[in-house]
């Protein structure tokens, strides 16, 4: 039986289909007892846990052949990063308890960087976990293609999408979440000593202005993207409520000069098939009004 928290997201969802579609048992570990409810439906027992909870994580983990940790995103944490260290204190002491045969632990590229910056919540965690005894692997994936959701109302509204991304014509590492499911998925059922490393990104990196292009494309009309200046970033997120922009800028920064990258860098990472198009396509056909041709 493989407990997959998460399950409610795309990349968990990717994950339990494909354990589901292998005729694998999955726990779907839930928060709300509603949202498992379809997971019910599809024939997977339903556990209810926080990830900030140990006692409900221990729970939740017994008795698992493999455990997938996918911990909720968090854009605007506190300057000391306390919600990330004490996940990883409950997480520690869950899986301490449970002692589930392997784990696979949702990080990110750039986890080994020293500098600080909003994905630095992984490193926290991952170095909360790291003197387990049991097998874990560290998934670490690109930026994820689905951020590009933002980009779909301005592409068709104004043909001008803007970018902090920069410059436009570098080439960023990006991959799909239905690649990190079925990545995620095969690592669960892999047998493995000690603790490692696996990356993953794309077929290929993708720069800004291809992803203009591929709208433009898809769109049937002009698009073009347009730097969002650096020093306009603080103000323009703490308008949007932000009470701590600095982590993410820093974050930002990271993917634009270069010191977020893989620890093997492009030539040691592992790399899924779903294209850019495919998941620009997926994302505008949510909405069929964005459709013009």
């Known amino acids: 039986m493989y407990a997959i928290t998460g399950i409610t997201g795309k990349v968990g969802d990717a994950v339990a289909r494909t354990l589901l579609a292998g005729g694998q048992s999955v726990r779907a570990v839930v928060r709300n007892a509603d949202k498992g409810q379809v997971w019910r439906k599809r024939g997977c027992k339903v556990a209810l846990a926080t990830i900030e909870d140990a006692a409900s994580l221990s729970a939740a983990f017994q008795g698992a052949e493999a455990v997938f940790v996918l911990v909720p995103p968090n854009?605007?944490?506190?300057?000391?990063?306390?919600?990330?260290?004490?996940?990883?204190?409950?997480?520690?002491?869950?899986?301490?308890?449970?002692?589930?045969?392997?784990?696979?632990?949702?990080?990110?590229?750039?986890?080994?960087?020293?500098?600080?910056?909003?994905?630095?919540q992984h490193s926290i965690i991952e170095k909360a976990i790291d003197d387990l005894p049991m097998p874990i692997t560290?998934?670490?994936?690109?930026?994820?293609?689905?951020?590009?959701?933002?980009d779909v109302a301005p592409a068709r509204e104004t043909g001008v999408v803007p970018s902090f991304l920069q410059p436009l014509d570098k080439p960023v590492p990006m991959v799909a979440t239905a690649d990190i499911g079925k990545l995620a998925a095969g690592l669960l059922q892999e047998k493995w000593e000690g603790h490692?490393?696996?990356?993953?990104?794309?077929?290929?990196?993708?720069?800004?202005?291809?992803?203009?292009?591929?709208?433009?494309?898809?769109?049937?009309?002009?698009?073009?993207?347009?730097?969002?200046p650096r020093e306009s970033w603080d103000a323009l997120f703490r308008s949007q409520g932000m009470k701590n922009p600095v982590p993410r800028m820093r974050m930002l920064d990271g993917f634009n000069e270069g010191w977020i990258e893989f620890e093997r860098k492009e030539a040691g990472s592992q790399k899924g098939s779903t294209t850019l198009e495919t998941v620009l396509k997926s994302l505008v056909e949510e909405d069929p009004k964005v459709l013009t041709k």
């Open 75 to 120: 854009f605007d944490p506190s300057p000391e990063f306390s919600d990330a260290r004490e996940i990883g204190k409950a997480l520690h002491s869950a899986l301490a308890a449970a002692r589930p045969k392997r784990v696979v632990y949702l990080s990110t590229i750039g986890a080994q960087a020293r500098e600080m910056n909003l994905l630095s």
């Open 138 to 150: 560290f998934l670490r994936p690109a930026w994820f293609m689905e951020n590009c959701r933002w």
């Open 196 to 228: 490692r490393v696996a990356e993953l990104e794309g077929p290929t990196r993708v720069t800004p202005n291809q992803i203009a292009t591929t709208f433009a494309k898809l769109l049937g009309k002009p698009v073009r993207m347009k730097v969002v």
